[in-house]
């Protein structure tokens, strides 16, 4: 698709629906509704984000960085309480009439109401959600069947990825389908400090940062790390509980002395330096689009090893290293902690592949385009 590159903003609205709010604290669509609502207020946007709190009490509105926020209060917890949220939402947002972009189609069933009232909507469509194993049989159905209410009830859809248009394309035309995939900050420097608290050294260990789960293949790269010694650390990002969780107790298990399990840290400026300062970063994903943790790599300058699967190739590129198995995965640890011209080279390939496709600037501008030409 061929956008006019010269753009009329002015007078411009827009609500964002389906994170929990801004400032983001929890997840990558929280991160982009960031900085897109801030993208947008800063070229005369008038933008509403919704934001769930905990708890009770009524609505409550304010503005941030020149963004208007509608507070929601909810007090059931958990997927009950998105859900509830997500309703209440779309309710309020129904009645203010303005355009409408829904990031993600957990709930896109509600979304039935702004096509009754003729208010635009353009819905990112994420990942294939229902396919992954963690899902109940009844969660998988629910995400199946909003999946497609989505396709069906979007004005127009966000992929954020080829593969996710191809799926799409198979029930709705083509044209209603534009791939723009998420963004990361490019990072050229961070604070080594950080790294004291680990006893870590830069350059001298490799990371993963992604959820304990069977999809994210963290037991085999556990496994495929300590199948000998290496020198030095994995540095493994999230929470680990071998008591209430049977797959998180057995990565814990296979795990050998150099594998450095660090928990969940949610200060981004920690998160930064640990991946910064990395050797190399590991990336299991098996499902999916464009994985946030992945584009924040590479516009770290982190030279990838990532499973070898559709998703992952499009993103990392092909001057990437990927694994399709446990013994792949060791031997291609084995080559990137012993060969410095390959760290180095691969360092240039992770910076050339972010500046090409997921510069924040760049995503960003596809986005606004997209609603201009589909909101009016």
């Not at 997840?27 to 509403?48: C, M, N, P, R």
């Not at 390959?342 to 360092?347: D, E, N, P, Q, Y």
């Amino acid at each position: 698709m061929v956008f006019n590159s010269t753009l009329t903003t002015t007078n411009k609205k827009l609500q964002i629906l389906g994170t929990r709010g801004i400032p983001a604290a929890h997840g990558g669509f929280e991160t982009f509704a960031q900085g897109f609502s801030i993208y947008l207020a800063q070229k005369g946007w008038d933008v509403t984000v919704y934001c769930q709190e905990d708890g009770t009490g009524p609505i409550h509105e304010d503005d941030w960085q020149g963004i208007h926020r509608i507070h929601i209060p909810v007090k059931q917890e958990g997927a009950k309480g998105t859900i509830v949220f997500d309703w209440i939402s779309t309710l309020h947002a129904a009645k203010r009439k303005i355009p409408v972009l829904t990031l993600g189609y957990n709930t896109a069933v509600f979304c039935l109401l702004y096509r009754l009232k003729g208010i635009k909507n353009i819905i990112n469509m994420d990942g294939i959600e229902w396919q992954r194993d963690k899902w109940t049989p009844m969660q998988r159905a629910w995400l199946y069947i909003n999946e497609k209410a989505g396709a069906w009830l979007g004005n127009h859809l966000i992929a954020d990825h080829p593969e996710i248009k191809n799926h799409l394309g198979r029930f709705v035309c083509d044209e209603k389908i534009t791939v723009i995939p998420y963004s990361a900050r490019l990072l050229k420097t961070a604070d080594q400090n950080y790294l004291s608290r680990f006893n870590l050294m830069p350059g001298r260990y490799a990371i993963l940062i992604a959820r304990p789960e069977p999809e994210n293949s963290i037991l085999e790269i556990v496994r495929a790390y300590s199948d000998q010694k290496r020198g030095f650390p994995l540095v493994v990002l999230g929470n680990y509980d071998p008591n209430t969780n049977t797959y998180q107790k057995s990565v814990l298990d296979a795990a050998g002395d150099e594998i450095m399990f660090v928990g969940a840290i949610y200060d981004q400026k920690q998160v930064q330096a640990l991946r910064f300062y990395a050797r190399f970063y590991i990336h299991g994903h098996t499902v999916g689009g464009t994985n946030p943790s992945l584009v924040e790599a590479l516009g770290a300058g982190s030279p990838v090893l990532a499973h070898n699967n559709r998703f992952n190739r499009w993103v990392a590129g092909e001057n990437s290293l990927y694994f399709s198995t446990e013994s792949e995965c060791a031997q291609k640890i084995g080559e990137l902690i012993k060969n410095d011209k390959l760290i180095a080279s691969m360092k240039a390939a992770s910076q050339d592949q972010y500046r090409t496709k997921f510069t924040s600037r760049k995503i960003h501008g596809d986005y606004e385009r997209i609603l201009t030409e589909h909101i009016n």
